[in-house]
């Protein structure tokens, strides 16, 4: 079986819950069709950079999975057949880094510098 990476993004009218049942609904496709998911990772609603289909921003999700080809193309099929699901990604990939995607690195790394900066300080009214 080969090592694969999807990314893709939903409607933003979804919510977290509704966008995080899409992941487990693909990853359920992906098993039944013979592969397993390796990972999973819900990023959250992004802005994007232009508008798709008359959005804005997107629920992003994130799956690594280790699955047949067949497998892989009727989790695509489906994927594009489902009215939530805007953008589909998959790559081939020699193998699965370890540890959390760069995404959530970066988020990680991004709140703990806000923590270390300390509470802002009060605005005054002769700025601006």
């Known amino acids: 079986m080969s090592l694969y990476e999807h990314v893709f993004i939903a409607r933003q009218d979804l919510s ?5 049942g899409l992941i487990e609904h693909f990853g359920q496709v992906l098993k039944d069709n013979g592969g397993s998911v390796v990972g ?9 950079a232009y508008k798709i289909n008359k959005n804005r921003k997107g629920h992003y999700a994130f799956l690594r999975s280790d699955a047949p080809a067949p497998a892989v193309q ?3 099929r489906l994927m594009r057949l ?6 589909v990604l998959t790559v081939k990939v020699e193998k699965h880094e370890d540890g959390p995607s760069a995404v959530v690195q970066a988020r990680s790394q991004r709140d703990e510098r806000d923590r270390d900066r300390g509470p802002r300080r009060p605005r005054r009214e002769d700025e601006n």
């Not at 977290?16 to 995080?20: I, K, L, R, S």
């Open 16 to 20: 977290n819950a509704q966008a995080e």
């Open 40 to 48: 999973q990772e819900y990023w959250g609603l992004k802005t994007m």
């Open 74 to 76: 009727e989790m695509e």
């Open 82 to 87: 489902h009215e939530d699901v805007m953008r």
